[in-house]
Nanobody, 122 residues
Framework: QVQLAESGGGLVQPGDSLTLSCAAS????????MGWFRQAPGKERQFVAA????????TYADSVKGRFTISRDNAKNMVYLQMNSLNSEDTAVYYC???????????????WGRGTQVTVSS
């Protein structure tokens, strides 16, 4: 079982940047593609970004493309989400998750962290 722990959330102003981190407990971290999802109040959890096991390929939701960057450090069992030009629509709880496949499908992700809150407000 993989345990994931997100960190780095907080309250920021529109236009600010923030970097989220996700630490994985298991050495087999390199066996998984990783994804970031987010859930705003009253809404379903939605895909944000994903990265392959090696980190060579990434994919993004249209709403964050060009503003967010996902990356990973397999030596440290870490995955990151760099978020730039934040706006109020980015306010949500952000989750990292593991998947056997490189995919945007939420139901393909099996281990999840508890999430970190990101609030964008002036």
């Amino acid at each position: 079982q993989v345990q994931l722990a997100e960190s780095g959330g907080g309250l920021v102003q529109p236009g600010d940047s923030l970097t989220l981190s996700c630490a994985a407990s298991q050495r087999t971290f390199v066996d998984y593609a990783m994804g970031w999802f987010r859930q705003a109040p009253g809404k379903e959890r939605q895909f944000v970004a994903a990265i392959t096991k090696s980190g060579a390929d990434t994919t993004y939701a249209d709403s964050v493309k060009g503003r967010f960057t996902i990356s990973r450090d397999n030596a440290k069992n870490m995955v990151y989400l760099q978020m730039n030009s934040l706006n109020s629509e980015d306010t949500a709880v952000y989750y990292c998750a593991t998947s056997t496949f490189f995919t945007k499908r939420r139901d393909s992700y099996h281990y999840w962290g508890r999430g970190t809150q990101v609030t964008v407000s002036s």
